[in-house]
C-alpha cells in the first residue's frame, strides 16, 4: 500500500481524487493505466474500464495468495434496561 500512496501522493502520476479512491478500492497501481485525463490525469474513467476490462474484484489483486481484508464497523451494542428496583 505504501507504493501506490507514494504514486498518488507525491509521485510523478497525476491522478484524479475519485481516481485515487478506485484504484485504492481495487488495489491498482498507476502504472497499470493509461491516463487520459487532461494535462496526463489518469481519471475515475480511466480506472473504472480498467475495473471493467479486467474483470477485477474489491481488495482483491492477482498474484496475492487472499483477498485484503475489509474493515467494517461493528454494529452499535444496544443498552441493557436498568434492573426494575423493587419497593
Known amino acids: 500500500m505504501k507504493q501506490i500512496e507514494h504514486l498518488l501522493h507525491g509521485g510523478s502520476i497525476k491522478v484524479s481524487p475519485a481516481a485515487g479512491w478506485w484504484m485504492r478500492t481495487y488495489l491498482i497501481l498507476p502504472t497499470e493505466l493509461k491516463a487520459t485525463g487532461p494535462?496526463?490525469?489518469?481519471?475515475?474513467?480511466?480506472v473504472l474500464a480498467h475495473i471493467k476490462k479486467n474483470n477485477l474484484q474489491q481488495g482483491v489483486r492477482a498474484g496475492l495468495s487472499s483477498a485484503v481484508p475489509v474493515k467494517?464497523?461493528?454494529?452499535p451494542q444496544q443498552k441493557k434496561a436498568a434492573p426494575k428496583s423493587i419497593k
Do not use: L, N
Open 39 to 46: 494535462k496526463g490525469y489518469i481519471t475515475k474513467g480511466d
Open 72 to 75: 467494517t464497523p461493528a454494529p
